[in-house]
């Protein structure tokens, strides 16, 4: 770590801590609450920027010094820091998002001036980004478990903020206890370590599964599995996020979708690659079952929602599928003796993850701007925003195309990766699972086809055609924070897909210290214009070129016109209503008509529900009122945490016989215990 | 002749007051009338501080007479003078009732005695002072435990956890020459008046909720 980057970290620390101590102290005076709070988040985003970007370009060996962050007053505690390649790639991401979403929030936390403490609301917010970037730089099991605690708790207060609402209060409580039962797993995992290790410091568990018996080092790999695949909102695992992140505020949701989930894959690749030492076939398979199927249930859900929120929430735990994708094929490339494969698929997974960050951070900053305009998030109540709001629609198509994956911008480059290490993954074992890696690359090219679906839908009902109500039809352009915050991941998202071979340079030293080799030379083709896949039977594309090729195009309908149609007899009239005059909304494709197709491919899944009531005078055709109502199964909340649930509460009704509430009882509990006891040890 | 020499000496009146204490404790368990019963507790803890001054006296270890010291003041005069005031004002004066009679109470505790005195047999070689002071001393906890759901009011209760804590007392002192190290000893006493200066209170409150101090009454508090 090199002199700039060790005074910036520490300075990105405290400018958090300073904002929120700032903002509770002037909580009382809001504007000044929101200028300090998010002013100076966005300050320490942009230090912490600074930090780690030089501290990843400096290279793999100058990106490995501890220190402590403040001298320990508790014996055997210290809270040391240590900025590692992987804790710096991370750590990049949550300062690119703190600048962005800080920079949203002060004008969007003006919408809470007058009802709302935006004093807390800052607060909270800025303890969010210590916490989380401290969560990527902890060095001990212990003092990251204080900080990753503190950062769900955070989550909590910020998901529940607009507690004023039921549906908030009890998707926090929900988030809170998902949260717990994690950290439990997490817990039991680190103590499995310590065990091993003797300590309880991150580099005396380095390649410390080697150590271990096979048996306890399995059960290790799956306590984190599941610790953090709570976090991260992989299915079955993932009940909190749709909950969660439509009642937070936008600003929040942001957060939370872009970097909080992102925790999750951080111990996945932490545990995996760094601690449990060279991986059996299975975990890297489970991983990337599991990435297959959050990749497509989550999209499939994420077509049935017609709220905004919700529609991107069950799109992060597709993107999170496609993340656990890429682990997962590294894992079990490091397994069969690929190290350049396991390096490729590792970096499409990190690469993919950064792109998430920027892409659906973009989209949910986007969403709050509309819900901000229109005060509602339901899809069927809007329509024709992007006459009333040009910047937002320009940024959310931007958002739009990143996410579904279409070239050039940055969603395409890394699930190009990502297939690219898939389709190669083939040729790496003579055993049958090889066939996962086909297998889950046809499930990765229907996730995309199905994302573009979804996001055509969610584009087109908010954006396009004629507003559905009156919300949408007064709705008016965001403010300028708004929209710079907006703007600067747009910049981002067209960065990451324009250049990727200019940043693949910054992975060099995470996949160092992961797989021990660097790749990014051998990614980048034609003078770093073009990116390869890196060997020999790999493909090549060029985002560059492919803009230059679309911006080419561009002019074509103009020069068919000039050669065709010149002559032709023109006539001037309204888009899309065939001649017939007077459009009205009542015509429009709803977000439901749209999935219609989808619902009844995927019967089986949706378990589609409808109930139509008519009521009429004479005949059924000419009806007074009809009312339409539809539902969807979401099939892990009926089958399994439904039934789990009323099991505990059988449990628990079963329980309380023993809670007769008399004091003799109790005592004669206690008695009856201390005998045995005592008999026990006769 | 040779006289007893005064180790010998502290043993045997250690052995006698010990006794002494389990004997109250058995009265405690089948006398029903309030007042007599704080009386038999502060007579109880009258032979505890006689013990710990014995120590004292015996081993020169100066500082149990401030043990001594307080236990007379705490147990002997203040709580016993506490909870005579509380009875006299709530004007309740006998127990009624109880889970078991007094025969029944009276043999079980025998055998509470009887098991206690086996626990603590493998642990005489360690008593420094005294014979079988340690089985006394869990006889006390176990009986005082068994005073404690068997009445129902609310003093008497007080009472029990209050011959529980001398039955550790004693347990401490048999075990260890000086008894537990000062700071443990003050830490206890001052908790255990603050919790019977707690009880205090609550048996207020439920004599003005339930016009009784009965506390089987409190399951009217479930939900």
């Known amino acids: ?682 | 002749m040779n006289g007893p020499t005064p180790a010998e000496i502290s043993a045997q009146l250690i052995t006698f007051c010990a006794a002494g204490m389990l004997v109250f404790q058995l009265l405690l368990i089948v006398q029903r009338m309030l007042l007599t019963n704080i009386r038999l507790f502060a007579l109880q803890s009258f032979l505890l501080t006689s013990i710990a001054g014995i120590i004292a006296y015996f081993h020169n270890a100066t500082h149990v007479y401030l043990v001594a010291a307080l236990t007379l003041i705490g147990k002997v005069v203040f709580l016993p003078w506490l909870l005579d005031r509380q009875v006299r004002r709530i004007g309740i004066s006998q127990e009624i009732e109880p889970l078991l009679n007094a025969p029944a109470s009276m043999l079980l505790c025998g055998g509470l005695t009887l098991l206690s005195y086996i626990v603590a047999r493998p642990f005489t070689a360690l008593e420094r002072l005294g014979n079988n002071t340690l089985g006394i001393a869990m006889s006390l906890v176990l009986t005082g435990f068994f005073l404690m759901f068997n009445r129902r009011k609310a003093i008497t209760q007080v009472l029990a956890l209050l011959t529980v804590e001398n039955g550790v007392m004693l347990a401490a002192v048999a075990l260890t020459t000086y008894g537990m190290p000062l700071v443990v000893e003050l830490g206890i006493f001052f908790d255990v008046v603050v919790a019977v200066m707690v009880l205090g209170i609550l048996v207020y409150r439920i004599r003005d909720s339930f016009a009784s101090m009965d506390t089987s009454k409190l399951n009217q508090l479930k939900g």
């Open chain 1, 1 to 682: 770590m090199n002199e700039l980057s060790a005074t910036l970290l520490p300075c990105a620390l405290w400018t958090y801590l300073a904002g929120m101590v700032g903002a509770v102290l002037f909580q009382r005076a809001e504007r000044l609450a929101n200028g300090i709070g998010f002013g100076l988040g966005a300050v320490g985003g942009f230090c912490g920027i600074l930090a780690f970007a030089t501290a990843l370009a400096t290279g793999a060996a100058a990106v490995n010094q501890s220190f402590d962050l403040f001298p320990s007053l508790i014996p055997y505690v210290r809270f040391s820091i240590r900025a590692d390649a992987l804790g710096c790639f991370f750590g990049l991401m949550v300062s690119l998002l703190a600048v962005a979403i800080s920079i949203y929030s002060l004008g969007y936390a003006r919408g809470y001036y007058g009802h709302k403490n935006v004093g807390v609301l800052a607060a909270f917010f800025n303890l969010l980004l210590l916490a989380t970037t401290l969560v990527f730089l902890a060095d001990n099991a212990f003092f990251f478990l204080v900080v990753w605690e503190i950062m769900a708790f955070c989550g909590y207060a910020l998901v529940s903020f607009e507690h004023e609402k039921e549906e908030s209060r009890s998707a926090g409580v929900l988030f809170f206890i998902m949260s717990h039962l994690g950290t439990g797993c997490l817990i039991l995992g680190f103590l499995l370590l310590f065990q091993a290790s003797g300590s309880h410091g991150f580099d005396s568990f380095h390649a410390l599964g080697d150590q271990m018996p096979e048996g306890r080092r399995n059960l290790v790999f799956l306590l984190f599995l599941f610790g953090f695949g709570i976090k991260a909102g992989m299915i079955p695992l993932h009940i909190w996020l749709p909950a969660a992140h439509p009642v937070a505020p936008s600003n929040v949701s942001a957060f939370m979708s872009g970097v909080l989930i992102k925790t999750g894959i951080y111990g996945i690749t932490r545990v995996c690659f760094d601690f449990l030492g060279s991986p059996p076939n299975w975990w890297g398979v489970t991983v990337l079952a599991l990435g297959t199927v959050s990749a497509v249930l989550g999209v499939l859900y994420a077509l049935m929602e017609h709220d905004l929120k919700r529609l991107l929430a069950y799109h992060s735990i597709e993107n999170i599928g496609i993340i656990l994708m890429g682990l997962g094929a590294s894992l079990m490339f490091l397994h069969s003796g690929h190290p350049v494969l396991a390096s490729l698929a590792l970096i499409a997974g990190l690469y993919h993850t950064l792109n998430h960050a920027s892409f659906k951070a973009l989209l949910f900053l986007g969403a709050g701007a509309v819900l901000h305009a229109t005060h509602t998030r339901n899809m069927e109540e809007l329509g024709g925003l992007a006459k009333r709001m040009r910047w937002t629609a320009l940024f959310f198509l931007v958002g739009a195309v990143a996410i579904s994956a279409l070239p050039p911008l940055n969603g395409f480059v890394s699930e190009w990766l990502t297939y690219q290490s898939l389709l190669q993954g083939f040729g790496t074992t003579p055993s049958l699972i090889r066939l996962m890696f086909p297998l889950s690359g046809a499930m990765l090219a229907l996730t995309g086809a199905l994302a573009a679906a979804c996001f055509v839908k969610a584009f087109g009902i908010t954006f396009l055609a004629q507003p559905r109500s009156d919300h949408a039809r007064h709705a008016h352009e965001a403010s300028w924070p708004l929209l710079g915050g907006q703007a600067i991941l747009t910049a981002a998202c067209v960065f990451l897909g324009l250049f990727p071979t200019a940043f693949l340079k910054l992975l060099d030293p995470v996949t160092q210290q992961l797989t021990g080799r660097q790749l990014s030379a051998q990614l980048s083709a034609a003078g770093g214009l073009a990116l390869s896949s890196g060997t020999a039977q790999g493909g090549m594309v060029s985002t560059p070129g492919i803009t230059l090729m679309l911006l080419g195009l561009l002019p074509l309908p103009l020069v068919l016109w000039l050669v065709f149609a010149r002559k032709a007899r023109t006539r001037p009239g309204p888009t899309w209503d065939c001649g017939l005059r007077g459009l009205t909304p009542q015509m429009e494709y709803t977000a439901t008509g749209f999935s219609k197709p989808l619902r009844m491919i995927f019967k089986a899944l949706f378990r589609p529900r409808r109930e139509v009531q008519r009521e009429y005078d004479f005949s059924p055709y000419y009806a007074r009122t009809i009312r339409f109502e539809s539902h969807v199964e979401e099939m892990f909340q009926t089958r399994v945490y439904r039934p789990f649930n009323l099991a505990v509460l059988r449990l628990s009704r079963r329980l309380r016989a023993l809670q007769a509430g008399s004091l003799q009882a109790y005592l004669i509990y206690i008695f009856i215990t201390l005998l045995l006891l005592l008999l026990f040890a006769l």
